[in-house]
């Protein structure tokens, strides 16, 4: 019987779609960024420091961390598939509402999207919809891991959720929930009709709230506020991983992304107001030296572009083609 636990293996490490527009990008050089107080004014991409690296192992048939050698890392993010709310047109925020049927193929679709793509561990928020994205898209994939939520929240929980066996461990990808991928907390606006909203408001107050940098909704985060604590996570608990060269996938939510990607492609707070993601659709980043380089959407399994970006990749997608070549003949 193994001794380590399933949880204990994987937890360890961590002290603890659509279309994606933007604005036209002017990058100021002298922006500045710390995990402490986030100014995105003042941008400056962080090194990651630790490299702490306790990971399920991979598989020996197929190199889940095969970009790890030459350094490099897959960064997959998702935004969930359609809510219940998004689909009456709601304010949600931290509401916990689950995917319609429509948000479940969007997830699904995710999957297919992403089927070819490496991936260790699992970042999702604390809410359903996230966490239904997730799970949902990782059915899809050809290498047939497991996904299995880790239950941190106490001592019984860990210890109630242990797993025994490394052959199992080793056929699972631990998906990681944080509250701080949550969405933007949309205050006293949660629960209310947009378009009402803006009748009653007014569009201009409305869309202030919606996409202003750092203009609070009534009682709730600005995409600034929001920032802080998404990309604090981000810096602190998932670029060592991605340093360690394990690839990660991150399914969360528009605003908690938004902040993310503000970061990861160093945005200004003006350009950021116009970037919108789209519910269900991957957006797939290549982390290298450091350096994180956007790739864009993948619009299928087998897409030249995304595969030919990185040598690694194209070799992992290779070796997943022979295996299920062996297999079905
Ligand atoms: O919380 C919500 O209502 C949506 O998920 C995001 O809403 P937004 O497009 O108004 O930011």
Same mark, same amino acid.
């Given at each position: 019987m193994a001794t380590a636990t399933f949880h204990q293996s994987i937890v360890s490490f961590a002290s603890p779609s659509s279309t994606i527009s933007q604005c036209g990008f002017k990058i100021d050089s002298s922006l500045s960024f710390t995990s402490k107080k986030i100014n995105f004014c003042k941008i400056k991409a962080m090194a990651s420091v630790s490299y702490n690296n306790t990971l399920l192992s991979p598989s020996k048939t197929i190199p889940d961390n095969s970009l790890k050698k030459s350094n490099e890392a897959a960064l997959i993010l998702i935004r969930h598939g359609e809510s219940l709310w998004n689909e009456k047109n709601l304010f949600t925020g931290c509401v916990d509402v689950p995917l319609t049927e429509k948000g479940v193929e969007e997830a699904i679709e995710a999957g297919k999207r992403i089927s070819n793509i490496p991936v260790d561990v699992i970042f999702t928020s604390s809410l359903i919809r996230a966490q239904m994205t997730a799970m949902l898209a990782m059915i899809q994939h050809r290498r047939k891991k497991v996904p299995i939520i880790l239950h941190d929240e106490s001592e019984q929980a860990k210890t109630w959720s242990q797993v025994f066996s490394d052959e199992t461990k080793n056929q699972s990808i631990p998906v990681i929930p944080a509250w701080q991928l949550n969405?933007?907390? &949309?205050?006293?606006?949660q629960g209310l009709n947009k378009q009402e909203t803006a009748e009653r408001y007014g569009k201009q107050q409305v869309h202030e709230w919606r996409r202003s940098y750092d203009i609070p909704p009534p009682k709730g985060e600005s995409l600034e506020m929001c920032a802080e604590r998404a990309v604090a996570y981000f810096q602190d608990n998932i670029e060592p991983?991605?340093? *360690?060269?394990?690839?990660?996938?991150? *399914? *969360?939510?528009?605003?908690?992304?938004?902040s993310i990607i503000m970061y990861l492609d160093k945005l200004t707070c003006q350009e950021v107001i116009s970037l919108e993601l789209s519910t269900g659709i991957p957006l797939l980043y290549i982390f290298k030296e450091g350096k994180f380089m956007k790739r864009g959407s993948p619009v299928g399994p087998t897409e030249a572009g995304v595969y030919? &970006?990185?040598?690694?990749? *194209?070799? &992992?997608?290779?070796k997943l083609e022979e295996d299920s070549e062996v297999i079905c003949s």
């Open positions: 969405e933007r907390m &949309y205050g006293e606006l991983k991605l340093a *360690a060269g394990k690839n990660v996938m991150i *399914a *969360a939510h528009g605003n908690s992304l938004r030919a &970006y990185t040598k690694r990749l *194209a070799q &992992y997608r290779q």
